[in-house]
């Protein structure tokens, strides 16, 4: 019961509950955790800082764990291709291209060996200050060998913002990756975390190999590439036992995800929530789903041995939210499933 209370500490964060341990046998991995982080030793920003001791102990982690540290496109490569991935597969992500990458989370990365990928918005990289990098950073960043993601241009609340405007901050973000770097990066990070059918069909069609997201959860072969998700450390949240739950995590085996479109209208909210595992797994009566709206976990009811419905009691709230479905899973790595939604309104932050 201490072991099973310590893991609802450490996942009470992510606004997760779950239930029970055990070992299962599962097949070999089919799946990548990745990771998102934003400023390094920014310790006056801690909502999207992490500690330089922080950070260390969680390279230092995936040095000595036994994970293997992937690039981004090769995990998506694999995942796309349903090719099995090493075993403990982690991604390195960074969003927004502040300066503290250069000074202080690069460098570590580099000494440990580590690939990462940089997300930059381009209005900012353009204007650099106000602890933004510059394009002669980004140059020589990348000539280290840091690859580039495509993060927009003016980091956008693209769902507010209209389709239309989103599409031209696409387009204009992408003049602008041609003209300093000589090509567009190929896989794009939503602004926020925030997108809707209409933008994931449009950065589908402009070329992309895959778009993320920012919703926790582990990213596997029947998740979709336009809509991965990424763990979000920030310095309240980066405590050694919780990264080594959320990196040794693996993705449950699903599809036929409902609802398709995460952004809820009226009408739809709460929304009818359910999936189908691709295969039978061991102890589903363990799973726990816990939105980020309510103290309690959701009602499950599972069909047969593998479609599963989840029902909420009350809305979601205006803004950003969540559901974090977890079970243990065998050699004590939990099964991660997230998925995000949004309700128009509320405060943009």
Known sequence: MALRQRFLRLLAPLGVLVAGLGIFPVSADQSAVILIYHRFGEDSVPATNVTEEQ???????LKAGGYNVLPLEEAVAKLRARQ??????????????????????????????????????????????????????VRALQAEGVKIGHHGAAHLHTVHAGINEAKADLARASARFQQELGSVPPIFAYPYGEYDLALRKAVQQA???????????????????????????????????????IASAQALPVSEIVPAEPVLAADRNPPLFGFTLERPVPGLKALSCYPSHMSEPAKITVIGE????????????PGRSRINCTMPGPDRRWYWLGQFFMVMGGTLD
């Open 55 to 61: 950070f260390r102990s969680h390279v230092n982690e």
């Open 84 to 137: 099995e991935l090493p075993a403990r597969s982690v991604v390195i992500t960074v969003d927004d291209a502040y300066t503290s990458f250069r000074t202080l989370g690069w460098p570590i990365l580099k000494e440990a060996g580590f690939p990462v990928t940089l997300f930059i918005s381009t209005d900012m990289t353009d204007k650099p200050g106000q602890g933004y990098l510059g394009w002669n950073d």
């Open 207 to 245: 070329g992309f190999t895959a778009a993320l997201a920012q919703f926790s959860g582990v990213a596997g072969m029947g998740s979709d590439p336009f809509a991965l998700p990424r763990f979000p450390f920030n310095q309240n949240y980066s405590g050694l036992d919780r990264f080594k739950l």
């Open 306 to 317: 593998q479609r599963v419905e989840v029902r909420f009691d009350k809305p979601f709230p």
